[in-house]
């Protein structure tokens, strides 16, 4: 092993491999390794800039080598703040947090010594494996695994477990699952794999492993404090944290699909004014448009679009948009987009790579000309009617097949930067927008790291209305928000619903609704069946031949389940002072505003445990209802004392108590001083 310096990194050589260790933040370190000449200049979700200094040092020590004689053996210390790595003489990597170890790569190979990590069954941490034909490698980097350790994070999987121990996951995008590749650990860590390319990590029992199947380069970040929002704090100021959001859309977002019709749009509105119900914002979802791609409204249900946003605007309405990457072959943008190259590629056969209502080619967002050109339609067809925002639908990109070897950007094969699409796709629309002064919030189905700063309001995908679903959605909050993404939601009730006439269904609705209250975004949406409403047209394309789904107003449900919303609905606006301060937070270091139980009781062990309850920012303590016909439960109380806010009872912290869960309330603490 070959030692060097260059200004404040430890540079390592060895075998053709070159390591390069540098302070990248507060007590924090970047780590990066190539099997060629040179680093790649891409900073990745490392985009802000980073205090840097470093203490480098080096040690040669004896070693005994069996044969009656003794050799040197050299290692390297380089430590920022509370975070020292020593790399030994054979490469291996320990990371420490005030002298402490708290993370080592895996080794089990014979060095010439007796020291316990000598084995012949000849595995190191890092593991490259050049791919066949291409310039590539297929790189794998583990860890020891530590017993006892909790693991969170990560981004969004559709599972129930808030704790990723022993878990395997994807790393790739897929329609309701975000991979966001950082992971806070029990044990003071946070530790972000930042490569986008398509892989897997497996948070196993005997070793972690972060695998990439096509890359050029091993690049992490590892950071340590005392407790998880101190982690998130150093993990956000050098990704970015999620900027000032607006008052004026913190209230109820009104969405279904489909609002067909830009009467249909105004109807609704009309009826939430006379219930003498504000909302924020009224979503016009997929299909409004002629066909994908031409990214405007068809003419013919939408024939003066400019009124309609004018009048929603005078009711102290926003307005948003959904968008697709998306471009139909019969579109007016197909052919200006394929000839100058602005279309992902495919490695064989025919160029598609999206099949709904149409054959399709999504946009290669990692060419900036490809950036430029859909602002520049959306704008000429959106912007310049006054519309306040956009949905940026089917984000990750949403393929006919998940085959990712089989598609290839401007940047080059999928395999080795997919995961990072639904970034640049939001930075397409983010910084345009800003440069005009705007405030950006526009709704995303996917994100990666470093999305939080580009104005991204996250929803957890076309989900099932379930129950299971439902308990899935609060896991995947959480981890959302440890992963640093602060701006999360939800469609109430879950996405694909059969019958709203279910009294299952609708029951599932009202707790999931009390849920959303309690969250970053209020945004009633979903696919309501029973799919019994006539087309509007029969032609095969534009905004009136496809299927639209049951109404979804809060009055849609029947009386009781109205008046129930309706109370809610008053809550959520009585917060809004509250909700205010927990966004600036999200601003100022990173919070989310749905946080788990340790987040805010760092050292209650009891706290790290808890999967099915969580906080409301530092404030309210929420016990959603997650079972069918559940009418009272168990909540634990941390230390302090906590006002139910159903009977305005007091109870002293430190113990579990039993309350009543009736449908028309959700069980939530309020911390008193």
Known sequence: MQFTI????????????????????????????????HFPEKDRALMEPAETGAEISFKTEPHWVGDGSWDTRESAVIQNGRMKAVVNFAGLISFYRDEELILREYFRNYDGTLSKESRCLKLTGRNWKGVIGGSEYSLSVKFESRQGERLYGMGQYQQPYLDLKGSILELAQRNSQISVPFAVSSLGYGFLWNNPAVGQVTFGKNYTEWT???????????????????????????TGRAPEFPEDRMGLWQCKLRYRTQEEVLEVARRYQAEGIHIDQIVIDYFHWTVQGDWKF??????????????????????????WPSVDRRSENFEPLMERGLLIRTERGAAQTYDFQGDCVEIDVFNPEARAYIWDVCERNYGSLGIDGYWLDNAEPDYGVYDFDHYRYY?????????????????????????????????????????????????????????????????????????????????????????????????????????????AVLRMHGDRGPYNIPALDDRDWGGGYLHTGQPNELWSYGEENYRIMRRYYDIRISMHDYIRRLYEEASTNGSPLIRTMFYEFPYDPKCWEIEDQYFFGPDYLVAPI??????????????????????????????TVTVCAPLDYMPVFQKLA
């Not at 890359?215 to 101190?230: E, G, H, L, S």
């Not at 995961?419 to 950006?440: C, H, W």
């Not at 079972?627 to 430190?654: D, H, M």
Request: aromatic content about 12%; hydrophobic content about 40%.
């Open 411 to 519: 940047e080059g094969p999928a395999l080795t930067c997919s995961n990072i699409y639904p970034q640049l796709y939001s930075r397409a629309f983010d910084e345009p927008m800003r440069k005009t002064g705007k405030k950006v919030v526009n709704l995303l189905r996917c994100a990666w790291a470093g999305s939080q700063k580009y104005g991204n309001v996250v929803w957890s995908g076309d989900v099932p209305s379930t129950f299971e679903a439902f308990r899935d959605q609060l896991q995947a909050g959480l981890n959302m928000g440890l992963a640093g993404i602060p701006w999360w939601t939800t469609d109430v009730g879950g996405f694909m619903t059969d019958d709203v006439k279910d009294p299952d269904f609708q029951q599932l609705l009202i707790r999931w609704y009390q849920f959303a209250v309690y969250s």
């Open 212 to 238: 990439a199947h096509a890359t050029r380069v091993m690049d992490y970040w590892i950071t340590t404090a005392d407790t998880p929002k101190q982690i998130l704090e150093n993990y956000t100021a050098v």
């Open 298 to 323: 068809d003419k013919t249900y939408w024939p003066d679009p400019k009124s309609m946003v004018d009048e929603l605007h005078r009711m102290g309405i926003k307005v948003i948009v959904s968008v």
């Open 6 to 37: 260059d200004g404040n990194a430890l540079i390592c050589r060895h075998q053709g491999e070159t390591l390069r260790i540098e302070p990248w933040g507060r007590n924090a370190l970047r780590i990066r390794a190539v099997m060629e000449p």
């Open 626 to 655: 997650l079972k069918l016909n559940q009418f009272e439960r168990a909540v634990y109380l941390p230390a302090g004392r906590w006002q139910l806010t159903s009977t305005g009872e007091c109870f002293e912290g430190g113990q």
